[in-house]
């Protein structure tokens, strides 16, 4: 009696089961629809800037707003820049202007015009007429005000990154460069590291086959800097606001290599942070501050599917300590590129040996990157025709081992011969917009969040992500 029912029993549980997991499948088969925000109309007789080119200019005449860490560093990298000339400094503090205009006498170059002491000094250096490019380094929170008066007042635009925080801002901001017909380029220099951009190259040449995956991070504890920000702005920002604030380095170069709004569109995401310990804990114990409602996470991970069937993730960490990493990875049909915390390519075709023909799957060693002297002749052998001209000079000028140098060296490039620029301001919109997207996936159980088409439907036109040279 007893073992029948037994019987019975499992029976009965194996039957509950099974229709347990049936109704679960069923449910989760729904299609969940993303969370969608307003994508306002393109205002009548206003046009898209995808591949904008403007006038040839004999010298690019310059003005930067913002001399801290990032500006004082961006001055310096210009004296050694060809057919450009710094026009004026302007800056809150009195001596950080005097500082950048040592650099220009160091230089042998003459002082500038100088703006300091207010909050709207920089207005009045926009409003000049002897400016071709406004050159934006300050705090996050003034960047996109910064970057359409400027256009307004007839300037190309260069911004850092992140050059706009709001959706709100980034529309405004795209507005502004298709009313105007100027350039807005965010100074992402990450795009132009050296494996990063090599890596590019192979990509583009077929190597990884079709690439499904891409990724990346910012992940860098900023325990030693947080005291240096002026008025405490990016330590501020992160108290009050929760999500991936900070995604341009990772996700630049990834959007690069899934041509995004250059034949793919990035469609909707998908946030989860962990709660945030570190920061909080050092606002606590070094500045003696009592911690309420500390927003962002100590580390958020993004999850973003394109319209191609590809997949992308961003990672952010200012909180622990861990070593430096943007975590750029590629994933191919054919191949994989890994930069960090080691660089390595491996290639379908790369051997994975056995005495007998047949390979060991317990040999884990034999599922391995390429030899380094074969990554070293496939990098010389792929290196971009940037790297080609600049690498030695950029090397010396500096700037994040040379990077910097190049971003700024392109800029000008494109403006001096009418080229469309390396980065347009659709890409500002769409590296920067995981900021408020991240925020509202987080603040709604890390739902699925519909990422605008900031194009208003041109995404496609342009085939494959492209520089452009002088022919």
Same mark, same amino acid.
């Given at each position: 009696?007893?073992?029948?029912?037994?019987?019975?029993?499992?029976?009965?549980?194996?039957?509950?089961?099974?229709?347990?997991?049936?109704?679960?499948?069923?449910?989760?088969?729904?299609?969940?629809?993303?969370?969608?925000?307003?994508?306002?109309?393109?205002?009548?007789?206003?046009?898209?800037?995808?591949?904008?080119?403007?006038?040839?200019?004999?010298?690019?005449?310059?003005?930067?707003?913002?001399?801290?860490?990032?500006?004082?560093?961006?001055?310096?990298?210009?004296? *050694?820049?060809?057919?450009?000339?710094?026009?004026?400094?302007?800056?809150?503090?009195?001596?950080?202007?005097?500082?950048?205009?040592?650099?220009?006498?160091?230089?042998?170059?003459?002082?500038?015009?100088?703006?300091?002491?207010?909050?709207?000094? #920089?207005?009045?250096?926009?409003?000049?007429?002897?400016?071709?490019?406004?050159?934006?380094?300050?705090? #996050?929170?003034?960047?996109?005000?910064?970057?359409? *008066?400027?256009?307004?007042?007839?300037?190309?635009?260069?911004?850092?990154?992140?050059?706009?925080?709001?959706?709100?801002?980034? #529309?405004?901001?795209?507005?502004?460069?298709?009313?105007?017909?100027?350039?807005?380029?965010?100074?992402?220099?990450?795009?132009?590291?050296?494996?990063?951009?090599?890596?590019?190259?192979?990509?583009?040449?077929?190597?990884?086959?079709?690439?499904?995956?891409?990724?990346?991070?910012?992940?860098?504890?900023?325990?030693?800097? #947080?005291?240096? *920000?002026?008025?405490?702005?990016?330590?501020?920002?992160?108290?009050?606001?929760?999500?991936?604030?900070?995604?341009?380095?990772?996700?630049?170069?990834?959007?690069?290599?899934?041509?995004?709004?250059?034949?793919?569109?990035?469609? *909707?995401?998908?946030?989860?942070?962990?709660?945030?310990?570190?920061?909080?804990?050092?606002?606590?114990?070094?500045?003696?501050?009592?911690?309420?409602?500390?927003?962002?996470?100590?580390?958020?991970?993004?999850?973003?599917?394109?319209?191609?069937?590809?997949?992308?993730?961003?990672?952010?960490?200012?909180?622990?300590?861990?070593?430096?990493?943007?975590?750029?990875?590629?994933?191919?049909?054919?191949?994989?590129?890994?930069?960090?915390?080691?660089?390595?390519?491996?290639?379908?075709?790369?051997?994975?040996?056995?005495?007998?023909?047949?390979?060991?799957?317990?040999?884990?060693?034999?599922?391995?990157f390429v030899s380094e002297n074969m990554k070293k002749a496939l990098m010389k052998k792929y290196k971009h025709p940037i790297h080609r001209e600049l690498e030695e000079k950029a090397k010396k000028v500096g700037g994040h081992g040379g990077m910097d140098f190049i971003m700024d060296y392109r800029l000008i490039y494109c403006l001096l011969n009418g080229l469309p620029l390396d980065m347009d301001v659709y890409d500002l919109a769409e590296w920067c917009c995981l900021a408020p997207l991240t925020e509202i996936s987080l603040e709604n159980s890390s739902a699925p969040v519909a990422i605008p088409d900031f194009t208003r439907g041109y995404w496609n036109v342009e085939k494959g992500y492209k520089h452009a040279f002088v022919k």
């Amino acid at each position: 009696m007893k073992k029948l029912f037994s019987i019975i029993l499992i029976a009965v549980l194996g039957f509950s089961s099974c229709n347990v997991c049936k109704t679960s499948y069923q449910s989760a088969s729904k299609k969940v629809k993303p969370i969608v925000t307003l994508t306002p109309l393109r205002p009548a007789g206003q046009k898209n800037v995808l591949g904008l080119r403007t006038p040839k200019m004999k010298e690019v005449r310059v003005g930067f707003i913002g001399l801290g860490m990032r500006g004082s560093s961006a001055v310096k990298r210009f004296t *050694y820049i060809p057919h450009t000339k710094i026009v004026a400094l302007c800056d809150l503090k009195k001596a950080k202007v005097e500082k950048s205009q040592k650099v220009l006498t160091d230089a042998k170059l003459p002082k500038v015009a100088e703006y300091y002491g207010t909050e709207d000094a #920089w207005k009045k250096m926009c409003q000049r007429d002897d400016i071709d490019l406004i050159y934006i380094a300050t705090d #996050w929170n003034h960047h996109a005000e910064m970057m359409i *008066y400027a256009m307004e007042h007839g300037k190309h635009v260069a911004c850092e990154v992140p050059a706009a925080m709001t959706l709100q801002q980034i #529309w405004d901001v795209v507005n502004t460069a298709e009313r105007t017909q100027k350039h807005c380029m965010q100074l992402e220099n990450c795009v132009y590291d050296f494996f990063e951009l090599t890596t590019l190259n192979m990509a583009q040449k077929g190597l990884f086959g079709e690439v499904l995956y891409a990724e990346g991070s910012y992940i860098h504890q900023l325990e030693q800097f #947080w005291d240096y *920000y002026e008025n405490d702005w990016r330590m501020d920002y992160n108290k009050k606001h929760r999500g991936d604030v900070y995604a341009t380095h990772g996700l630049g170069p990834a959007c690069q290599l899934l041509d995004i709004h250059r034949g793919d569109k990035m469609n *909707y995401l998908v946030a989860m942070d962990s709660k945030p310990i570190n920061i909080p804990a050092y606002l606590k114990n070094k500045r003696g501050e009592k911690v309420g409602d500390f927003k962002n996470g100590q580390h958020t991970m993004t999850m973003i599917s394109t319209e191609k069937g590809k997949t992308i993730q961003i990672q952010h960490d200012v909180a622990s300590p861990r070593p430096y990493s943007r975590m750029y990875q590629v994933t191919g049909t054919k191949g994989f590129a890994n930069k960090y915390p080691f660089e390595g390519y491996a290639l379908q075709g790369e051997t994975l040996e056995n005495v007998e023909g047949v390979p060991d799957h317990e040999n884990l060693s034999a599922h391995s990157f390429v030899s380094e002297n074969m990554k070293k002749a496939l990098m010389k052998k792929y290196k971009h025709p940037i790297h080609r001209e600049l690498e030695e000079k950029a090397k010396k000028v500096g700037g994040h081992g040379g990077m910097d140098f190049i971003m700024d060296y392109r800029l000008i490039y494109c403006l001096l011969n009418g080229l469309p620029l390396d980065m347009d301001v659709y890409d500002l919109a769409e590296w920067c917009c995981l900021a408020p997207l991240t925020e509202i996936s987080l603040e709604n159980s890390s739902a699925p969040v519909a990422i605008p088409d900031f194009t208003r439907g041109y995404w496609n036109v342009e085939k494959g992500y492209k520089h452009a040279f002088v022919k």
